[in-house]
Structures are given as C-alpha cells and as structure tokens.
C-alpha cells in the first residue's frame, strides 16, 4: 500500500466479513469489523469448502487449522433418490484442482477465520443504522447511539444487508416456493451405519438431501435438504428457525434406505424459507461497497455461498493494493467488474440446481479458480442512475 495508512470499517462479521478482515490487514489496511450479535454462537450448520476458497484460506494462514476440524470427502457423489444408482462422481483428490476439499462445521470454520484476527478490532453488539459519506470519510452510526468513521467501508451483512439497503433501498426476497431442513447430530445414533466417504447428493424428481460428515473422527453428520412448500410459509433466512422432524421424514417417503435411516436417526431439524433476490446494478455507491450475500446471495445448491464471499475477499483485497489507497472508488469498481461475471454464472446455474446432476460438464472453471493469481479484470465505471 502507499504511504497513507488507509482504514475500513467492516460491517459483519461473519465468513465474508472476517476473511475480508483478513486479506485486508495482510496488505496494511486498518481494519475495524462491527457485528451486530452480542456474541458468536455456534450454529448448527455444515459447511464445504472447496479447492476454490481453500485456495484463499491457505494464503490468509488458516488452511491447517480447518484441515483439523473438518472432514476431507474422497468425492462428489450423485445418486437418485430411490435405486441409489451413481448419476455422477468426482473424485476430488488435492491434486486435481491445488487444494482439498473439506466439510465441516460452520462455526468451525469461522473459529478458524477468527483466530487470524485481533480481538480488539471486533466489535460486537452494534447494529448499524445509518452511513454517511462526506469529505472522505464514512460515518457509520449505530443502534446504540455510538458512531465510527473510517476512509471506506464494506458491506459484508448477508442477504439482510443493512448496509445494501442504506445505499441502494430495500429489496424484496423471491420465494418460488422452496424451503429447506438441515441437523447436525453425533453419528452414534445412526447405530453403526456408514454414510460412506463422500459427500452425497441424493436426488428426487422435485426434491433432495445432501450427506456429509464434518469432522475428522466422522462423530457428527450434517444433511441439508430441498423440498417443495407452498409460497404461503416464509420464514426470515433464519439459521434457527425449528423443523418438524415428522414432516421431515413424510417429505422423504420413497427414498433410499440409507435416506430415511438418517432421516430416523435425526432427533430434530431447523427449517428456512429459500429465497432469492435480483441481481444488484452494481455492488458499490462512492467509498461504500458490497462483498458476499449482501451483492450475490445465492441458492445454497452448488455449496458456493461462503466461497464465493472468501473469494471476493482476496480479490477486493488485490484490487486495493493495486491502487496503493489512492483510488478506493476505482478499486472497487474494478472488483465488481472482476467479481461479477462468475459470481453472477454461479448464481444462475445454482438457481436452476443442475450441477454435476449428471453428464460430464467442466468443473475446472469453478474449483480450480485461484483468486490470488487469476488476472484482475480492468475497471469499468458505474453509470449512476439520474
């Protein structure tokens, strides 16, 4: 960076904020991330990070810590819902794609991500409610009535971006009648059945579920699922929201043995609406810009969710050390411009949830993706709306 010490507030701290927190302080930015939780909680949610995100977590420093806390796949496996027959595998051995692919538990991962970044500069307890832009600076107020200025600041606060909404007005969800349920629970009781080494997709001709185990000694399991649910039940994008383990296995009928012993198994679930937004005209607004779910939130089909967010944290982080800090505006816009058209094709395909659902399609394009050392797209100015 140039010779000016230049500070961002970062507002969330969650995977997109604190690996944002990360990549910014290995290039010399002051960084200050506020977090409206009182506290980090342990959420019950399974997570996979592939080769593409591993990528930027090895060079932030946190590769060996998740490699200890996480379960390694041999694969990506495809089955359909009742004969069990393999649609599609891919073997994803570190070699193929320059790192592993890992699943684990969410919280995990954040532990790991904050155990790179100072305490002191973490925030908790402060819901923001107004930014103002003025002179070079950014004001950020909060609930709390305290206020913090800072020469930029990212959006990193998820699909209910406060800060989205601030600079660009509110944004209504799209709910086309989707809702998901997910556990965590200890593999014992399952009584001594094998889910197998892969991570395995089974699906049904309007429905699936996703198995995977999230450590190391396979002593836990996480399975998400997809299933069709009248527009009519819309619930906040809410981690907490409690299932009906009943209707849970009723959704289920008809699958596989080995879906419904877990299915049986599982003491109790949580249950969120799946919702989706627009595309965003553009992720930043003069010294203010957006970084993971609150610019491309995105159906949780390909896994691709907090990578993406990872990713744009290293590029972000690039495209302001290109600049020195003399130009924050132009770095951002050069990394919308860069960031955009991927996260915009994953978006779409995520939508349609057609991945490796069978056939031979590339994947390279996705895993093998480096953000450190893929050339930076050139920046395209923003054409403000009139």
């Known amino acids: 960076m140039g010779a000016k010490k230049i500070s961002i507030a970062i507002v969330g701290a969650g995977i997109g904020g604190m690996a944002a927190a990360s990549t910014l302080r290995q290039i010399g930015i002051d960084v200050r991330v506020y977090e409206q939780a009182p506290r980090f909680a342990r959420i019950g949610a399974g997570i996979q990070m592939m080769p593409n995100s591993m990528k930027v977590l090895r060079r932030i420093g946190v590769e060996e810590k998740v490699l200890a806390a996480s379960f390694k796949p041999y694969s990506h496996l495809n089955r359909k819902w009742d004969t069990g027959e393999v649609m599609r595998e891919l073997p994803m051995p570190e070699a193929l794609f320059g790192a592993p692919y890992l699943c684990m538990h969410r919280a995990d991962l954040h532990n790991a991500l904050a155990a790179v970044v100072p305490e002191d500069i973490i925030h908790l307890d402060k819901k923001l409610v107004g930014l103002e ?9 909060f609930a709390d009535g305290t206020r913090a200025q800072a020469d930029a600041v990212i959006g990193a606060d998820g699909v209910h971006s406060v800060v989205r909404d601030i600079i660009f007005g509110p944004d ?13 629970f200890p593999s014992a009781l399952l009584n001594g059945m094998e889910i197998g080494l892969s991570r395995t997709k089974w699906w049904g001709p309007d429905r699936h579920i996703v198995i995977y185990y999230t450590n190391a000694a396979r002593s836990e399991l996480y399975f998400v699922t997809s ?55 553009r992720w930043s607004d003069g010294r203010v810009v957006l970084l993971g779910d609150a610019c ?13 967010a ?6 972000l982080a690039r495209c302001l050390e290109e600049t020195g800090g003399e130009d924050l505006e132009g770095a951002f816009r050069r990394y919308e411009a860069h960031r955009k058209p991927r996260t915009s094709r994953i978006q779409a395909i995520s939508s349609a ?8 399609e590339d994947t390279s394009w996705l895993y ?19």
């Open 133 to 141: 832009q003025s002179s070079g600076q950014v004001t950020l107020t």
């Open 172 to 184: 209504a969800p799209i709910h086309k009648g989707r809702i998901a349920y997910r556990a965590i």
């Open 227 to 281: 299933v069709p649910e009248p527009a009519e039940w819309v619930t906040r994008e809410s981690w907490s929201a409690k299932g009906d383990v009943k209707e849970l296995r009723k959704a289920y009928e008809g699958f596989h043995a080995d879906v419904r012993a877990v299915l049986e198994a599982c003491p109790d679930c949580h249950k969120w609406a799946i919702l989706e937004r627009e595309p965003l005209p």
């Open 296 to 308: 491309h939130s995105m159906t949780p089909y390909m896994a691709q969710g907090g990578a993406t």
């Open 310 to 315: 990872i990713e744009d944290a290293a590029i």
């Open 353 to 360: 949830n057609t991945w490796m659902k069978g056939g031979d």
């Open 368 to 386: 093998g993706y480096d953000a450190w050392n893929v050339p930076l797209a050139p920046t395209e100015p923003h054409v403000k709306a009139i």
